[in-house]
């Protein structure tokens, strides 16, 4: 059975840093590409970040792009997603999910399991 769990989120003020984690189980994880999303109040779920089973292919939102970074871990079965110079408007509900087209897809129908979300909050 698949399960992803998040961790990481908190309350920051503009311009920190936070550091999520999701640890994956119940599959080959090296397998399969790892996203993360957020969702704000009232608005759809976005993609925020992808990466590929080996770790070596990214991609970004336009609007996270050189501000935050996903990686996964050498050891553990772990995606992490390090965000610095967070602003208000990066405050939402983050999941990590897993791509069941194998292919990094930005959009929510191509993964098919879900974390239980985090929530990140950026004061001003």
């Known amino acids: 059975q698949v399960r992803l769990v998040e961790s990481g989120g908190g309350l920051v003020q503009a311009g920190g840093s936070l550091r999520l984690s999701c640890a994956a189980s119940g599959y080959t994880f090296y397998n399969y590409y790892m996203g993360w999303f957020r969702q704000a109040p009232e608005k759809e779920r976005e993609f925020v970040a992808a990466i590929s089973g080996s770790g070596g292919t990214t991609n970004y939102a336009d609007s996270v792009k050189a501000r935050f970074t996903i990686s996964r871990g050498s050891a553990r079965n772990t995606v992490y997603l390090q965000m610095n110079s967070l602003k208000p408007e990066d405050t939402a509900v983050y999941y990590c999910?897993?791509?069941?087209?194998?292919?990094?897809?930005?959009?929510?129908?191509?993964?098919?399991?879900w974390g239980q979300g985090t929530q990140v909050t950026v004061s001003s």
């Open positions: 999910a897993r791509d069941k087209t194998l292919s990094g897809s930005t959009t929510v129908g191509s993964y098919d399991s």
